[in-house]
């Protein structure tokens, strides 16, 4: 699953032109990046901005009502304003940034996720208690 998701990530980025010239392919451009997404969660975390998902949801059902026709989702620039008014920069928008990034980088690399994530979910299942440290 993430497999597919990464790779998903990283097409949509190619087509975005995040790879032409050569852009984005130093590995360490790359971790620093997702570096910058992980200190911006942070900084939405110590401001207490987070996502009103719940209104996200309840607006684009009745903006899609205001419609009147058999389209069931919002247009491209509803989607936005209203992305933008409950969820753009918030806590949960910037990890979903990091988690981006990471899955990027994974498909760049070629980096089978899916089994590297339960290979160290089972070691860490096998780990001592904290791992055997304080926190």
Same mark, same amino acid.
């Given at each position: ?5 990464? %790779?998903? *990530? ?6 975005? #032109? ?15 990046? !997702? ?19 719940? #209104? ?5 059902? %009745?903006?899609?009502?205001?419609? &009147?026709?058999? &389209? ?7 989607? %936005? &304003?209203?992305?933008?008014?409950? !969820? ?6 910037? *990890? ?14 070629? !980096? ?19 791992? #055997?440290?304080?926190?």
């Amino acid at each position: 699953m993430l497999n597919e998701l990464a %790779q998903e *990530i990283f097409e949509n980025a190619k087509s975005k #032109g995040f790879y032409e010239d050569g852009a984005a392919t130093n590995t360490g451009e790359r971790l620093c990046l !997702i570096h910058s997404e992980v200190s911006e969660a942070l900084e939405a975390d110590r401001k207490g901005r987070y996502a009103d998902l719940n #209104g996200f949801y309840e607006r684009e059902k %009745q903006i899609v009502e205001s419609y &009147n026709s058999s &389209n069931s989702e919002l247009d491209k620039t509803d989607f %936005q &304003n209203l992305f933008k008014s409950r !969820i753009k920069d918030s806590h949960e928008d910037e *990890i979903a940034d990091v988690i981006i990034r990471c899955l990027d980088h994974c498909a760049f690399k070629g !980096i089978d996720i899916d089994a590297h994530v339960r290979l160290k979910m089972k070691f860490n299942s096998f780990r001592e208690y904290k791992h #055997g440290k304080k926190y």
